[in-house]
Nanobody, 124 residues
Framework: QVQLVESGGGLAQAGGSLGVSCAAS????????MAWFRQPPGKEREFVAA?????????LYADSVKGRFTISKDSAKNMMFLQMNSLNFEDTAVYYC????????????????WGQGTQVTVSS
């Protein structure tokens, strides 16, 4: 089993920056990929970014955040981060940390473990 706990988030102005963190615990040796998803109000959960947990291959980003968001990890501390710059109103959502044991795609159903989520609100 793997446990994920998000922290950070909060309120930011449009054009500003914010960061969220994910603390992982448990059997992380079974994890292949860690990712961030988000769920805007009234919408379905969507992929944001993913980073391989064991290897150092390049992260993947959703087109909507490419060039603005940066995903990173500290494997030694079992931590994952998402730095969000140039925020806009459409980035308002609950942000979730997720982990997959087998190489996933971008669908929430392909991930095995989830955190409880943290709210990010961007004001205009």
């Amino acid at each position: 089993q793997v446990q994920l706990v998000e922290s950070g988030g909060g309120l930011a102005q449009a054009g500003g920056s914010l960061g969220v963190s994910c603390a992982a615990s448990g059997r992380m040796s079974n994890i292949y990929v860690m990712a961030w998803f988000r769920q805007p109000p009234g919408k379905e959960r969507e992929f944001v970014a993913a980073i391989p947990w064991i290897t150092n291959t390049s992260p993947l980003y959703a087109d909507s955040v490419k060039g603005r968001f940066t995903i990173s990890k500290d494997s030694a501390k079992n931590m994952m981060f998402l730095q969000m710059n140039s925020l806009n109103f459409e980035d308002t959502a609950v942000y979730y940390c997720a982990a997959a044991q087998i190489r996933p795609g971008h669908k929430p159903g392909e991930y095995d473990y989830w955190g409880q989520g943290t709210q990010v609100t961007v004001s205009s």
